[in-house]
């Protein structure tokens, strides 16, 4: 009966002591009491890719992410951290109006594995140095960049620009091939830009990537960064020569309809962005070359083809890189991307921020999107088709400097002047004097006293 | 020898008989008394409990559909309007001549504002919770910068005489309109009113409103009265008198609670089913088509701006047509009837008070009722 009562009392013993053990822990917070917040301007196909980057993350840490995708990102962001209600993480475009955030101390550091950082080219980690707040912790980040895109190509149609015959050489290699191509499909009767400008709320921007584009690749990666940190004025040769060089590559084109009410469907005013590259797959096509950004491939997968299916990547559209003006200090590419920031520092979100940058989440979206990592450790297999692995390849080779897309590294009155003039410029090209000296009263004002320095990276 | 029980007791369970064994008072009747009385306090205080409970929640859903859902809707229904013909007269502003635009643009300033009211009754009558107040501030945010593509439009329209400049403005309008129509505000502002739409159907068909969850408490209070006439049938047979005037009381106070509780709960759901109607005819006539310019397609303007809408918004923008036979005054109408249907939805005259202190009243008269009938015949222990 004693050792009954002995056993009995270990065995008691035993289970408070297991009880001890297992009760904190199970009842210790887990840190995922709450969802997560998460803010960016991706909508669609792009927001539901996004979900399956969180789903991952869901899986891979219990936690529960969700993701809201607005039009008017920057006003609600600017909104709920005026109101003390910030999301936890945000997702952002613009560098300006990241530094905005940055200068008034909104933005929270990160622990972030030195493995995964240095799994990011020295290209984007200068671009992730740059966003960093003033006396901020060295030991943190603040900025990732959760994916990226490349901005200096020109899409086109290889089967239809076979069919133009001895007009078509391959791809062109440099400004004065490009403009000679352009100006042989123009002669020949036919449209060669598919131009769109409309993007509301942003209207005009695609604009702005030609001209940055132009100015990059004809006076050079330091002339480009001088006129990003608003130290180049708009009336400098530089800029001048890069809208000139614009202007006269559109003339092979009649680009805006003499009557507007009639001859709307071809207005590139009006034309979507987005939209502005379907008739490139026409038969026959309404327009042979498009200047977009690798996301828009997306797009092109989108469109119905006149034979039926959509666009094949390398059978049906193809892209080139820009070309060079052939000067020195040209070799650099113009680069946009979607910046990962926390907003209210948490342990889940410094879970999540560290989840997105981990190169696990980096396969996620190039496997099911049309998304680009610049995690080196991400490879090329990971893209499903070779136009991806060559923008893959050009947004982490080491070689090129990378040069984010100027405007958005403008402040923002600034970036929106310029999306105006080329709204105005197309509408009367001859107006060029007036535009651009009137950016360069806007320059004077919204630069004030930013004395921040862009670099692109990689330029040394 | 072997004691022989009495023939009751032995029917009772082990620890009652040992109580009773213990007492050393055996009653036969008192047992079968004191059991009744068990029963229906019992059976009473069931009754009460569920009816409470459905009543209870048939109401708050009455009250959250009528005083919150119903008002979320119609705010959001009246911000769809107001934001379309806010946009119909901005567009319709740069067709017409100095003395139309000034009117239309007081048009569109209205419309704007009555939008953003709306926006904040949403706001505040909001049943949904996260996936609205997302939109809600997705709305807003869109709308800031509808009216600065607005107010950049206008500025680069000017007077119209710069013709480059004029033409800007007037792609600017039409920027401005296709954030307006074409995924943009009205369409966030639409997921936001089916989300609302949603709640509120899902309050209207609610199951506390339903026959079933009547069963909840009918049934126990069925029961209770099949039990309450069984207990005057055995005192009548007992002690040989017609009716016991405690229980008669209590069934009667029953009768009357069930028949309450049913008819307040019916009217409740009746009148709710008529705020629903009510609500559905304001929505429908409140379903405004936006159009092309109308009476200004003269001007090159109103030319342009047909074109250009058709082309960029994918519809036609610069007019909004109410639904045929619909008229301002009738939509006034139909929503104040609607609103004072939805006021008036949620009326519980007193039931919540009414349910205990009537309940209170059938325990006493129970208990009293049994309570008196042991007293008269002394069969109560000493």
Known sequence: MIRARTGLTRLAVALSLVAAGVVPVACAPSGCDRTLEVIGNWTGTEATDFGKVLDGFHQATGCTALYHGSQSLDQELQADVQQGDPPDLAMLSSPGELQFYADQGDLRGFPLDDNEIAAYPSQWRVLEEQLRPRDSDPTLQYAIVFKADLKSAVWYDPEAMRALGPRWTGPPTSWAGLTALSSAIGAAGKTPWCLGMEATPNSGWPGTDWIEDILLHQSGVSAYQDWANGRLSWLSAPVQNAWNAWGALLSAQHTIPDDPAADAAQDPLLTNFAAAGTPMFGSPPGCYLDHKASFVMSSYQSVALPGGGNPQPAADYAFFPFPSFGGADTAGEEVSADIGTVFRSSQPADQLIAYLASTDAQRIWPGIGSAFSVDSEVALSDYADPEKRQVATMLTRTTDALCFDASDLMPPAMSTAFTQAVLRYLIDPGSLPDLLAGLDQVRAQAYGANTRTYTCGGSG | ?382
Not at chain 2, 335 to 343: E, S
């Open chain 2, 1 to 382: 020898m072997t004691a022989t029980l009495p023939h009751p007791i032995t029917r009772l369970p082990a620890w009652w008989r040992r109580r009773v064994l213990l007492s050393g008072r055996l009653s036969t009747t008192r047992i079968v008394l004191a059991r009744l009385r068990a029963a229906l306090l019992l059976g009473i205080v069931l009754v009460l409990a569920t009816s409470y409970l459905a009543y209870q929640q048939a109401h708050d859903t009455v009250t959250a559909a009528g005083s919150r859902s119903a008002i979320a809707v119609l705010n959001a229904s009246v911000a769809q309007q107001a934001l379309i013909e806010a946009d119909a007269a901005m567009v319709a502003g740069l067709a017409g001549n100095v003395v139309q635009r000034g009117a239309q643009a007081t048009t569109y300033r209205d419309d704007l504002a009555l939008a953003g009211q709306s926006l904040q009754g949403v706001g505040q009558f909001d049943v949904v919770g996260n996936p609205v107040s997302l939109d809600l501030q997705q709305v807003e945010g869109q709308l800031t910068i509808y009216s600065g593509l607005v107010a950049q439009a206008y500025v680069d329209y000017g007077d119209g005489t710069a013709t480059d400049s004029a033409r800007l403005g007037l792609v600017e309008v039409v920027y401005a309109s296709k954030l307006m129509h074409s995924g943009g505000i009205l369409d966030t502002l639409h997921a936001l009113f089916l989300a609302e739409q949603q709640a509120f159907d899902a309050q209207v068909s609610s199951g506390w409103l339903s026959a079933p969850a009547a069963l909840l408490w009918a049934v126990p209070a069925a029961a209770l009265l099949v039990l309450l006439v069984a207990t005057q049938i055995v005192l009548a047979r007992r002690f040989r008198r017609k009716l016991n005037a405690g229980l008669l009381a209590a069934t009667a106070l029953l009768l009357i609670l069930a028949g309450c509780i049913g008819v307040i709960t019916g009217i409740e759901a009746s009148r709710l089913d008529g705020t629903r109607d009510a609500v559905a005819t304001v929505l429908a006539d409140r379903r405004v088509t936006p159009g092309a310019l109308s009476g200004g397609g003269g001007t090159w303007e109103a030319r342009v701006l047909d074109g250009m809408c058709g082309q960029a918004a994918q519809v036609g923008c610069g007019s909004a047509s109410l639904p045929r036979g619909v008229t301002p005054t009738r939509q006034e109408t139909d929503a104040t009837d609607a609103t004072d249907r939805a006021a008036a939805a949620p009326d519980e005259y007193g039931l919540r008070y009414v349910i205990p202190g009537l309940g209170a009243v059938v325990i006493a008269s129970l208990w009293l009722g049994i309570h008196l009938r042991i007293r008269d015949y002394r069969y109560e222990a000493r």
